[in-house]
């Protein structure tokens, strides 16, 4: 999300930021309801451990 925040307000304004921040949360309960956990649990704990620093530099 923190990638995606410069763009969105400069193209679009704060008001579908917070619309995206929102919708973001929205889908993460949606996921919680649904009990999408189960599936990531097959994703391995050091590939997004290491990813995420990998993107960001």
Same mark, same amino acid.
């Given at each position: 999300m923190a990638l995606l925040m410069v763009p969105l307000v !400069?193209?679009?304004g704060l008001d579908y930021l917070l619309?995206?921040?929102m919708l973001t949360g929205v889908i993460q309960v949606i996921f919680g309801v649904c009990k999408i956990a189960k599936v990531? !649990?097959?994703i391995p704990r050091a590939l997004p451990m290491f990813s995420i620093p990998n993107v960001l530099f």
């Open positions: !400069k193209e679009y619309v995206a921040t990531m !649990k097959f």
